[in-house]
Nanobody
Framework: QVQLVESGGGLVQPGGSLRLSCAAS????????MGWFRQAPGKEREFVSA????????NYEDSVKGRFTISRDNAEKKVYLQMNSLKPEDTAVYYC????????????????????WGQGTQVTVSS
């Protein structure tokens, strides 16, 4: 069982920045594909970003490309989501997710493909 704990959410003005962190409990963190998803009130959960084992490849949802950056530190067993130029439509609960994989270079973008989820952290973008 892998526990994921997100942090870093909060209230920020439009145009501002936040950095989300997700700490994982597993010793084999480097063999997990990591992803970020979000769910806004009244909407379905959606993919935001994902990163491969070693961090060599990343993927982003179109609306966050150029504004958000995913990264990971395998030694610290953490994944990050740097969010810049935030917009009100980025307001949502953000979830960290992990999927164990034996395929180097694989990225997953669908929620059902992930095995473990964090409890979520609220991000509110408002003036």
């Amino acid at each position: 069982q892998v526990q994921l704990v997100e942090s870093g959410g909060g209230l920020v003005q439009p145009g501002g920045s936040l950095r989300l962190s997700c700490a994982a409990s597993t010793r084999t963190f480097s063999r997990y594909i990591m992803g970020w998803f979000r769910q806004a009130p009244g909407k379905e959960r959606e993919f935001v970003s994902a990163i491969t084992w070693g961090g060599s490849s990343t993927n982003y949802e179109d609306s966050v490309k150029g504004r958000f950056t995913i990264s990971r530190d395998n030694a610290e067993k953490k994944v990050y989501l740097q969010m810049n130029s935030l917009k009100p439509e980025d307001t949502a609960v953000y979830y960290c997710a992990a999927a164990k994989s034996t395929v180097q270079g694989m990225i997953l973008t669908l929620g059902y493909q992930y095995d473990y989820w964090g409890q979520g952290t609220q991000v509110t973008v408002s003036s």
